[in-house]
């Protein structure tokens, strides 16, 4: 059996940096990238951080928490990289089941930290400054019970984010409850 390793947090925190690296960590490994997900809609996609998108939105956490099941029960070591807030941890724990072990990571940069990276991306879709301010407000409004799951990457080079991730995996620090 394997596991499945939520990597965390709002836009342009450095969640798909880590997880690659996360994921180059583990044998046999598989990284989901759940912006992917999104892009399976051809037609008729909210912008995933409008109120209108949420059915949207829990037809694609969905998705993606289904195939980390799917995954880990195959014997891969799962990361999950994905903007998938505190709101979402129930569903994740229940669609992944009570047999694949789920650690959740929340990288919470400062938000001047965000938007300075999220200004000098090239080659991701995801560029709005005023949706990754909404997205960030709700990540922080939604720490409460999931302070142990945070990690600020301020300072840090992502190879020692992967580490501080992998310390805090090896304390359970991490570790969500089965349901």
């Known amino acids: 059996m394997g596991d499945?390793?939520?990597v965390s947090g709002p836009p342009a925190a450095g969640k798909t940096t880590v997880a690659?690296?996360?994921?180059?960590?583990r044998s046999p490994s598989a990284h989901l990238h759940a912006d992917d997900f999104w892009g399976f809609i051809k037609r008729g996609l909210v912008d995933p951080w409008l109120p209108a998108a949420h059915d949207q939105n829990v037809v694609v956490v969905e998705a993606a928490c289904t195939s980390a099941r799917i995954f880990a029960r195959g014997g891969?070591?799962?990361?999950?990289?994905?903007?998938?807030?505190?709101w979402f941890v129930p569903d994740l724990v229940s669609l992944v089941g009570s047999d694949v072990t789920v650690d959740y990571l929340l990288l919470l940069p400062p938000l001047a930290s965000v938007l300075s990276q999220l200004a000098a991306r090239t080659d991701h879709g995801f560029t709005s400054q005023d949706a990754a301010r909404h997205m960030y407000q709700e990540f922080t409004s939604s720490l409460q019970g999931f302070e142990r799951h945070v990690i600020d990457p301020?300072?840090?080079?992502?190879?020692?984010?992967?580490?501080a991730v992998e310390h805090s995996r090896h304390d359970r620090r991490l570790r969500l409850p089965s349901p």
């Open 4 to 6: 499945v390793l939520v």
């Open 76 to 86: 891969y070591r799962v990361v999950l990289d994905a903007c998938l807030g505190p």
């Open 20 to 25: 690659a690296l996360l994921t180059q960590r």
């Open 154 to 163: 301020t300072g840090l080079t992502p190879d020692g984010i992967a580490q």
